[in-house]
């Protein structure tokens, strides 16, 4: 009796410790590789969001400036303010990153906003008293802030955007997706040429 | 025919190496102190006060600032070179984010403040535009440029003081998950081997302990202490201003 007591701990013993084995080895193989590429990918996601959200916040108190210096600059002023509420109203389905139809509409819009600004800005530099007032010049140093921020959230998102993409084409990732994650989908990104467009340029 | 697709192989590992190589970050200088001055634009009194002043900022806060001066941007912008400088130094403590990048690059007459997530919030992009517009570019403009750096650097201090206390010494956080798992690994190695010579010699099991104890050695790697300065792991995300003389 206790020599089978014994045999059935050491056999309980020894299937935990290959089931540990096997889950340490299927963690080395990567099979936690898409899923933690993905949320990767999601949370550089969101932080592109948030900083175009942050210029959206920002773009009411820039006209505002402007307008109390420069009225008459009617036609650039109603450009910024109209590509801003197109930007502000946009729908964002959830699976944006992975519709490529929401996905450009997205880019599109912010696209329109960043050029107006940079127009905006650049039709300022005819109104010496108001480059020269604080209120503008901390208005000024948040969007160029913001901008700056954009750019490194969207470098961001590319380099984890495609490690992800990478992981669901290439070899061990592949598998795993097609027995574990059929659901992962490629995500969309930014091409590197519309990244150098969309950099505007809000420098004096 | 094997061998011609071990010889493509073989191409094909030479190229990932080749591509893995190339784009390095190798035009960033290193960060040998808390000064680094490529460009060589301080004085070394004014270069060994600074570094002191930033020491005892960093003992007192953990806030990193780093001053760093470079010939060259090597063709690209100062916001993304400040962003890739600061985190390659990795400045910052890690789990504050709290480090300030302050750059000046004298060829192209350009600065920036390059500030840690964790300092946005007292050092704002508005208040860095305001310490380069209004402390630094003046003296840069009458070609003072240390004095320059030293009110940056006074000002950024100011801002970001007791933002943050020192990071907790104790570094035990960081190697516990690893002593954990090694002790039940060990624990049920221990058990297996004990299981196996007790069935060859009842009396052998002792002298096996050992292994167990052993394990503790593991879990020290994660817990070095710096030798030199370096950066503590922070990261940003843009944050800061940039100006022109």
Redesign the interface.
Known sequence: MPASASARYLSAVRVTAALTLVLLFLTGCGINAIPTLEERANAAWSEVLNQYQRRTDLVPNLVEVVKGFAAQEREVLTQVTEARSRVAQMQIPPDITSNPEAFRRFQENQQALGGALSRLIATVEAYPDLRSSENFLTLQAQLEGTENRIAVARRDYIEAVRAYNTELRTIPGRWWAAIFYPDAQPMQNFAIEEEAQAAPQVRF | MAGRLCVRVLLLAGLLLLSVSAPGQDDYPRLTGRVVDTADVLPADVEESLALRLAEHEAATSNQLVVATVPSLGGRDI??YA?GLFRTWALGQKEHDNGVLLLVVPADRQVRIEVGYGLEGDL???L???II?NEILPRFRDGDLPAGIEAGVAAILAAIDGSYRPVDEDEASDYLPIVFIALW?GF?IF??IR?RLRARHPNGARRWAAPVAGTRRFGRAGGMRRGGFRGGGGS???????GRW
């Open positions: 916001e993304s962003n704002t992009d508005a860095s535009s305001r517009r690994a049920f058990l297996i299981r940003s995300g843009g944050g800061g201003a940039s």
